[in-house]
């Protein structure tokens, strides 16, 4: 199994920038990507942006140049990177891993972005 714990959540003024960071205990060695979703009030649980252990990157359409997703492999951590924020910026983002069969989710870190 493998263990996610999130940080850097929490209430950002719009216009500033939020770092996320996931790491990731257990059975590391099975992980083959990492990555970001987020779900806003009222809407379903969407993917931001996932990097695999090759460090490629594929980031959803709709956040194309607006997040960026960054890891430290001797770490074993992901990061989220956000600058100019807004307050439709402001959802739960959830990490998550997929380590050979199985998928696993971070507890989730709210970000909260006031105009």
């Known amino acids: 199994q493998v263990q996610l714990v999130e940080s850097g959540g929490g209430l950002v003024q719009a216009g500033g920038s939020l770092r996320l960071s996931c790491a990731a205990s257990g059975s590391i060695f099975s992980i083959n990507a990492m990555g970001w979703y987020r779900q806003a009030p009222g809407n379903q649980r969407e993917l931001v942006a996932i990097i695999t252990s090759g460090g490629n990157t594929n980031y959803a359409d709709s956040w194309k140049g607006r997040f960026t997703i960054s890891r430290d492999t001797a770490k074993n951590t992901v990061y989220l990177q956000r600058n100019s924020l807004k307050p439709e910026d402001t959802a739960v983002y959830y990490c998550?891993?997929?380590?050979?069969?199985?998928?696993?989710w971070g507890q989730g870190t709210q970000v909260t972005v006031s105009a």
């Open positions: 998550v891993t997929r380590a050979g069969q199985y998928q696993y």
